[in-house]
């Protein structure tokens, strides 16, 4: 009988250990997003440039603009200025508004731009971490104009969620600077000829 006990037990500890249940690691969601297209925006504002076909545009008075992303619930909230031999303290001001995140961002990182034939010089700031707004730009000719934007979604902020998202919209934003191109100062009222 003991003999019969010990085999079982061998047998047993052979046949149990070459099968291993493992747990299965967590998924993860994958987010596909369409590809973009874009389309310039003209309007009686002193600058133009090229947005996403997915988002909407809306001007207000004073040239600054909001840019929808309605699927992602999303917003770049567009602000203009008129320079008026205050483009540091404007700059400063823009600067300032990214810097405030300082206290909950893990970090903040700055992508310079520039394009001479354009005139458009400017910066794109990446905030990571659970932060109100992850990206944020500024964008000026560094004579009359500065547009300044910023991206904010309306969920509670977990960056690791959203990070798609954010990369998405990132690539419109870089579009964006890359077709913006100032008009000569003039007194109109604004009229947009696409929504």
Known sequence: MRNFI???FLVFTLFSCGNETLPKPAPYLKLQYPEAAYQKIESNALY?????NLAKIKFNDNYSASVEYPQLKATIFLTYRIVNNNLEEILKEVEKLTFEHTLKADAINAVPYENLEKRVFGKLYHIEGNVATNIQFRATDSVNHVLAGAL???VRPNY???VP???????DIIHLIETLEWKQRKQTPLNIQKQ
Request: proline share 0%; glycine share 0%; net charge negative.
């Open 48 to 52: 133009s440039f090229e947005i996403s």
């Open 165 to 171: 998202a954010i990369k998405y919209v990132e690539k």
């Open 152 to 154: 904010y979604f309306y």
């Open 6 to 8: 010990a085999i079982f």
């Open 160 to 162: 690791d969620s959203i």
